[in-house]
């Protein structure tokens, strides 16, 4: 069945700094993957998706890129800030059905002023 | 700007009560899902609902039942509440055209926190 990995946190760095935070999955077909993110005391709210292979999601200065030759979709920004503490999961969705959505475990970030 | 309105945030019940979570979109969407957040285990789906007074079964939906008699509403039953359904749960809405190129884009309620004593 399908499947989604991600690295697991806490990760904390310094502002400024670069972030990375890995995800892999098995599925077959071809998914959608997703990147979700849960600010604190909230529900979670979707940060960049990609429908296909080589597809790069962005948004708010984060990227992933769709990698169907190692099966991941990373997450990264290039100076991460206080206001992007948070948890991300990385999610994946069947085409054939609205309810096959797979969520990773989730990364806690934390960033240090 | 609010889409998914879940009406309690925090709730304290007591073993054996009986809880009624409600959720409601207004986005028009034909999915609405129930999940369960737990530290280390992620979302896990409970209920799912595709249309009215339609459902599936999700990973986890012992001890739950759903109803959904409006397209908007989606309402997440513990018949008999039990200290080990203390959790998390997220209510999510989405539009999806199986097969098609869009992505299944969920939209999440803020969360209802449920402890049982």
């Known amino acids: 069945g399908n499947s989604v990995t991600q690295m697991e946190g806490p990760v904390t760095l310094s502002e400024e700094a670069f972030l990375t935070i890995n995800c892999t999955y098995t599925a077959t077909g071809y998914p959608s993957l997703f990147w979700y993110v849960q600010y604190p005391g909230e529900g979670l709210q979707l940060l960049l998706k990609?429908?296909?292979?080589?597809d790069k999601g962005s948004n708010k200065g984060f990227e992933a890129t769709y990698r169907k030759e190692t099966t991941s979709f990373h997450l990264e920004k290039g100076s991460v800030q206080v206001s992007d503490s948070a948890v991300y999961f990385c999610?994946?969705?069947?085409?054939?059905?609205?309810?096959?959505?797979?969520f990773g475990s989730g990364t806690r970030l934390s960033i240090r002023p | 700007d609010v889409k998914v309105t879940q009406s309690s945030r925090y709730l304290v019940k007591r073993t054996g009560e009986k809880v009624f979570l409600e959720c409601v979109q207004d986005m028009d969407h034909e999915n609405m899902f129930w999940y369960r957040q737990d530290p280390g285990l992620g979302l896990r789906l409970i209920y799912f609902s595709y249309d009215v007074k339609m459902k599936e079964k999700g990973d986890i939906p012992e001890g739950y039942s759903v109803s959904r008699e409006k397209k908007e509403r989606f309402s997440l039953i513990l018949e008999s509440a039990s200290t080990n359904q203390t959790s998390m749960y997220l209510c999510a809405s989405s539009f999806f055209l199986a097969g098609g190129s869009g992505a299944n884009v969920l939209t999440f309620g803020a969360g209802s926190r449920l402890t049982v004593l």
């Open positions: 999610a994946l969705s069947d085409r054939s059905s609205a309810s096959k959505i797979i």
């Open positions: 990609a429908t296909k292979a080589d």
